[in-house]
């Protein structure tokens, strides 16, 4: 339980060192009583009722107590024995996904996606390009496998087709190859590869810096998604499962100015972390020309909107994860793929180096124990120049770690930053690494045994987004299609929900504002219908929320059934 205890000392930060925004003593605007409120604070004290003033929680107690509290103005809920848990957080979210693309979310075999694709091509002019969204993976189907070139001919043979997995990988039909001028003669370059069949033919894959070769309509964008209308549309949508705070994992300027137009609207119903990303293509020598040019600097912001540091990735994803040891075949190529690194050595490291020198915070996107070496490297060798110790640089993702890694990860006092790709990917990542690797993905009771502080999250729309089913998958260890995976690995429920919660809170230098239930915090609420440390566990994942409550507003309200 070491794990648990120093998630607890993080509240016991929160209650030394209070915000220094204090209630006045005027009567709350909104008591819940008659509820199971799971403060999570040093205690895991559980209370009746709690009292919110302005945006923060004024007073946590009995009912009796708070009740005495309200003045004539104060709306007071009777939560009839629901639970009240502290907001939950996305350490790692990009967007929901769908958007103007072909949606394949729902899609649960082969079929329906060629189906959904050929439907789209009769309503598109031949020669028009066909795009998916990325809010699915070939684990939920029944195949367990992608639609490849020959797949997709058959589904549009009149028009390019790029069916976009996550956000690592294509696949091309024949006329977007065609379009796009790729054939058996074209080199991947450096960081990608491109796929082939058995027998040499391509076969549509195009992983990782391989995408390059294709260069998608406008509409097909995250930029496409920065409306106003359409962003808080997405907010409003994340309210409803409960999400009060989130971290972009890969921003740019674009993104934080239209956040910051929302937020100067008093427009924003979720608070926001943004990590600005920089590729390997970042020249070290004019870093402070790129950060004139977006025109903030290290953890700037408020409560509503913050700059959250910068987001660096050095290897693939699923089928590009950097390793120590090969692939499986056929995926290994008879023993000689070892996955995709995508940011140079060299160049990573002098990157690092020069952020940490200007005072910035890094993240970096490592799935493979290879890729997590070159971070550690990269991490020891700014530190090196400049202690980064308490400054909670992050490794995000961290799916295969070894003993040895777990240790300089201590030292170096670094945060993991987790997400449940294991959920919806386990039978492909067991094609992939092995069945052992693969259950060992995301280790972390692992991480938490070792006194490394964690984080949950999503990657959505790479994996989705709703938080209860994070917490079931961390919780259970349970995936969509291949069971129980790594169950040595399980998190207690009340370690997972203060990882969604305090351990964002952690993550973002947040932690004596917000994470759990107490006087002076900020009031960002969700109200459950069954106790989530208690239901059966199968409840956890279809649990609907009750209410979302950010900054003392209800935000979202479950109509009544």
């Known amino acids: 339980m070491q794990g648990r205890f120093m998630l607890a000392a993080v509240v016991s930060m929160a209650l030394v060192h209070p915000a220094c925004e204090t209630p006045s003593g005027d009567a709350p605007n909104l008591i819940l009583h008659h509820g199971r409120i799971v403060t999570l604070d040093s205690g895991s004290s559980i209370a009746e009722a709690v009292a919110i003033e302005g945006d923060r929680i004024a007073a946590v107690g009995g009912n009796e107590d708070i009740l005495t509290l309200a003045g004539t ?159 808080l549309a997405e907010h409003r949508r994340l309210n409803e499962a409960g999400l009060t705070s989130i971290r972009y994992a890969g921003g740019n300027k674009e993104l934080y100015d239209a956040l910051s137009q929302r937020r100067d609207r ?31 600097g290290p953890d700037d912001g408020d409560a509503w909107l913050r700059v959250g540091g910068i987001k660096l990735g050095v290897d693939g994803g699923f089928e590009g994860g950097w390793m120590r040891e090969p692939y499986s ?25 020069a952020l940490n020198q200007r005072g910035w915070r890094v993240a970096t996107h490592a799935v493979g124990d290879a890729a997590i070496d070159l971070v550690l490297d990269g991490y020891q060798a700014a530190n090196d120049d400049r202690s980064i110790q308490g ?22 006092g670094l945060a993991l930053s987790g997400q449940h790709h294991l959920y919806i990917a386990g039978p492909s990542l067991v094609k992939y690494w092995g069945a052992d690797r693969a259950h060992r993905v995301t280790p ?96 956890i994942r279809d649990m609907p929320v009750s209410m979302t409550i950010v900054g003392g507003e209800i935000v979202y309200r479950r109509d009544a059934d």
């Open 444 to 539: 972390l009771r692992s991480y938490l045994d070792a006194g490394i502080p964690v984080s949950l999250g999503s990657d959505s729309p790479v994996v989705p987004y709703p938080p209860l089913s994070v917490l079931y998958h961390f919780i259970t260890r349970d995936t969509i299609s291949a069971g129980v995976m790594g169950e040595e690995e399980r998190l207690g429920r009340e370690e997972a929900l203060r990882a969604t919660t305090l351990g964002y809170a952690h993550l973002t230098f947040e932690e004596e504002s917000k994470g759990s239930i107490e006087p002076r915090k900020l009031a960002d609420l969700v109200v459950l219908p069954e106790d989530i440390l208690t239901c059966p566990a199968d409840r």
């Open 73 to 231: 103005e104060t709306e007071v809920l009777d939560l009839a024995g629901q639970t009240v848990v502290p907001g939950f957080a996305d350490n790692h979210y990009h967007g929901i996904g769908g958007g103007p693309g072909v949606d394949l979310a729902s899609t649960r075999r082969l079929r329906e996606v060629l189906e959904a694709i050929a439907a789209r091509a009769r309503d598109t002019p031949p020669g028009g390009v066909i795009f998916t969204n990325r809010d699915w993976h070939e684990g939920q189907l029944e195949e367990q496998r992608l639609p490849y070139r020959d797949d997709l001919d058959a589904a549009a043979p009149n028009h390019p087709v790029v069916v976009v997995r996550g956000g690592h990988e294509y696949v091309l039909n024949s006329a977007a190859l065609i379009k796009w001028r790729i054939d058996e003669s074209t080199e991947a370059p450096e960081g990608g590869s491109i796929g082939r069949y058995e027998d040499g033919r391509l076969n549509g894959e195009l992983v990782d810096s391989a995408k390059s070769l294709v260069e998608l309509p406008a509409e097909a964008s995250a930029s496409a998604d920065y409306e106003p209308e359409s962003l």
């Open 329 to 353: 075949e056929p995926y290994g190529e008879d023993g000689t793929y070892y996955g995709l690194q995508t940011f140079p050595t060299v160049q990573y490291v002098r990157l690092v180096r």
């Open 391 to 412: 400054s909670r640089w992050a490794i995000e993702h961290g799916f295969i770690v070894n003993e040895d890694q777990v240790s300089r990860v201590k030292e170096l």
């Open 266 to 296: 008093g427009e924003l119903t979720v608070r926001v972390s943004v990590l600005f990303r920089l590729t390997p293509s970042a020249d070290p020598e004019r870093l402070d020309e790129v950060f004139a040019a977006w025109g903030v």
